[in-house]
């Protein structure tokens, strides 16, 4: 596991600001929306909104995103439903193990580097063939490798 360069955004509360309001506003570069950039967003996403709203808002944000940098939320592009559920589910554990005095930069911090080089992390939990599926994109899939999974946002 290579753990890219800490991004600029990861600086300062003001740094965080603008690259949160950068993604909901779908204006943050393309280019730089990596695993990384998701798992931070997902920290910003849960340190304001609790569990299960910060999946409605984490949804409707992704969607607004993609289509704002020129994509599309498709059966087979754009938004994922599954994965963005089981990362939540992952960001919201680890976020509940951090120490209670920990801000929201350093949690971020913390979870960038926790997470950041684990992209395929999710393997251990779903084949390629579910997770590349049309019905894993739409919605929830359980996972079909491992039965005991970080805990997933459940709402339904």
């Known amino acids: 596991m290579s753990v890219p360069p800490e991004p600029a955004y990861l600086e300062s509360e003001a740094t965080l600001d603008a690259f949160l309001a950068g993604f909901h506003d779908g204006t943050f570069p393309i280019a730089q929306w990596t695993h990384g950039a998701h798992v931070v ?47 939540l589910g992952a960001i919201a554990g680890f976020l509940a193990t951090v120490p209670a ?43 079909d490798r491992r039965r005991h999974l970080v805990e997933v946002i459940q709402v339904d």
């Open 41 to 87: 967003m997902a920290v910003g996403v849960l340190w304001r909104h609790a569990v299960p709203h910060a999946l409605t808002v984490a949804r409707e944000a992704i969607r607004h995103y993609n289509e704002r940098q020129g994509g599309r939320n498709t059966a087979t592009s754009g938004y994922h439903e599954t994965l963005t559920r089981l990362w």
């Open 101 to 143: 005095d920990c801000g929201r930069v350093e949690a971020a911090r913390l979870a960038w580097y926790a997470f950041a080089g684990q992209r395929a992390l999710f393997k251990e939990w779903y084949s390629y063939d579910l997770v590349s599926s049309v019905a894993a994109r739409a919605a929830w899939c359980a996972p």
